[in-house]
């Protein structure tokens, strides 16, 4: 039987076989290796009218980084007083900046586990937006030289992205795709 594109179908036993193969390839990914790697997004919430401050951080390399620089050690997952820790840690170490290189007043709202995740969660007043004119992010930078830090700011006419490496002081926001026509 055909499956309406001119591809047979491959039994179902090849699928399964393929699917676990595929599954026992991504295994090592949520095991106790550091990806080194963070993501934050930058947007207005129109319905707020703040600027969300989003960083996502693997839960593993968060709880070695807290072990690294602060002796903190614990359950990451379980453990209240060490997710706070983690989360005024990244407050510390990320800044937004006017075109002067002075710190805008960036506002730690709280901290979440999901998944093999922990959120970080900033504002800043919508008005500010158009101040930001340097981004600064060197969490876990000085655990890992190989930390990368990408940070995604979303405009209505689209997202541009910053990559953020240890040694990176304060790197310019790139500014805003022109409108599409």
Not at 76 to 105: I, M, T
Not at 114 to 128: C, H, K, M, T
Not at 149 to 164: A, D, E, F, H, I
Request: charged share 25%.
């Amino acid at each position: 039987m055909r499956n309406g594109i001119g591809v047979t179908p491959a039994p179902r036993r090849a699928r399964v076989l393929l699917a676990g193969l595929v599954l026992a390839g991504l295994a090592p990914l949520g095991t106790a290796h550091q990806l080194k790697e963070a993501l934050t997004t930058i947007e207005v919430n129109e319905r707020t009218g703040l600027v969300e401050v989003i960083h996502r951080f693997w839960l593993h390399d968060a709880e070695h980084a807290l072990g690294s620089l602060g002796g903190l050690t614990g359950d990451l997952r379980r453990e209240v007083p060490l997710q706070e820790a983690f989360a005024r840690y990244v407050a510390r170490q990320f800044v937004l900046a006017d075109a002067d290189r002075e710190p805008l007043d960036v506002e730690l709202l709280g901290v979440e586990l999901e998944g093999s995740f922990i959120w970080v969660y900033q504002e800043l007043d919508a008005d500010r937006f158009d101040d930001i004119a340097f981004v600064g992010h060197g969490t876990m930078q000085e655990v890992w030289s190989d930390q990368l830090n990408q940070v995604n700011v979303k405009r209505p006419t689209g997202t541009r992205s910053l990559y953020l490496r240890a040694g990176d002081a304060l790197v310019a926001m790139p500014p805003p795709l022109p409108p599409t026509s």
